[in-house]
């Protein structure tokens, strides 16, 4: 592939249009076609060799929980083993290709999935719950990963020829980045694609070999990713598909003294527990284990008395209830100033109203959550709620088809509640008034979390204010606070929401890369 593909200015890939009959078409078109393949057995693969094994998970449609996509092979400790053994191999040859040599291959992946966009889209509405609008989200997010890393890459690569050292008399000092090793790949079920898609391929393309353990829940969505870039050309061993228990491989292999890096992302429990796993030196260990971690939110949107309120409103439902507000980003508090909190309360309450509960397949704005074990979750929640505060509307469950749960508002919960202060990760939103927009600010900062939040105002004095004091990673004013873009918006955040990643930034390869410095006497 020619340089000039890199080279060109990276561009977000756009969203798909489908209010347009012939978008419309074409991906229920995709969708029977991705019906048509389920129920199929996914192996293990470990340097190109398929192994299907005895112990099976059963991958379900949470909005059709008789219907089966997948039974995905479930590796133990001993193939684990044989993947990172395979993996320390192929990195002895995979360290040393050159970045352009592998950004051709990640820019390749991209367009490949730029092709079969819908066809991938069609695997998450089936086997995530997400809507087409999510859906397709999530695929274009995944090609920007991949055009924005690969052009990173080389960029890091040319780090010492457009930002050479200062001159030292009669030496030539260089600095230069290479790969750490061999890494653990754990993404999260909400994001199947894109995080997936992010966290591999920021590890692969920088020159490090990697074991992806994919989601249980989305384990199909994973290994349709795995097979698009073995397709697109990078060799047998660099990514080995290692699906399997968290509690079984993902520990053994966090505390495996070959582990140079584990990336996460997932919830604040998990997130912990790797982090001091890998804080231990393992028998044979010579390093120090890296992690980099994303590990959620309780987010808020604060609205005073001067911003748009309509606006507000609006910013309000979209991020506490889009994909079921099963997003580290999800808006789950709403902080209104008094003067116009029972207007607000009011229009937030009644847009949730309008929203349809149904199946993602029919492009439903809810559609399932993700399994039985979170909805029964969000249902323990829905009653501390009850407890805490006022049920203003939804909370209950629908259907019996699969697990669907009307989007809930509460009101008059403390500051100090736990739907105030824990992350739900479902359609739960909490309201509460402030005596004015400081109080606000300090209501929202009162959380162990902070990944986002947004700040409506039209006050620039008191924007510069929210810029300034509200603590977490991605601040968004007068926008919802959901919805980073790759490159113009690198994501993650402060506190026990994480390690401060910036997915989607220029400086997130870094992560992945160790700075070697080369000083040479001149003659």
Known sequence: ???????????????????????????????????????????????????????????????????????????????????????????????????????????????????????????????????????????????????????????????SLHQPLPRVPGEENRLQYIPLGVGIIIPPWNFPLAICAGMTTAAVVTGNTVLLKPASNTSVIAYQFFKLMKEAGFPDGVINFVPGSGAVIGDYLTAHPQTRFISFTGSKEVGLRINKLAAEQAEGQIWIKRVVAEMGGKDGIVVDETADLEAAAKAIVVSAFGYQGQKCSAGSRAIIVESVYDQVLARVTELTNLLEVGPAEDNAPIGPVIDEKSRDKILEYIGIGREEGRLVTGGEQVGEAGYYIRPAIFTDVPVKGRIMQEEIFGPVLAVVPARDWEEAIEIYNDTEFGLTGSFFSTDESRISAALERMHCGNLYVNRKCTGALVGGQPFGGFNMSGTDSKAGGHDYLLLFTQAKVTSRKLP
């Open 1 to 159: 592939m020619n340089s000039f593909a890199w080279s060109a200015a990276f561009q977000n890939e756009p969203y798909t249009d489908f209010n347009q009959p012939e978008h419309r078409e074409a991906f229920l078109k995709a969708l029977a076609a991705v019906k048509g393949q389920l129920g199929h057995r996914y192996p293990v693969v470990i340097g190109g060799k398929e192994v299907y094994t005895e112990q099976e998970l059963v991958s379900r449609n949470p909005g059709h929980v008789r219907e089966v996509v997948g039974r995905m092979s479930q590796a133990g400790t001993d193939l684990a083993e044989q993947a990172m053994q395979q993996a320390q191999k192929s990195f002895a040859t995979w360290k040393r290709t050159t970045a352009t040599e592998r950004a051709a291959l990640l820019l390749k992946a991209a367009s490949l999935l730029r092709q079969r966009k819908h066809e991938f889209s069609a695997w998450m509405v089936v086997e995530a719950g997400k809507n087409w609008a999510e859906a397709d989200a999530d695929t274009a997010e995944a090609i920007d990963f991949m055009e924005y890393y690969a052009r990173e890459a080389v960029r890091l690569s040319e780090t």
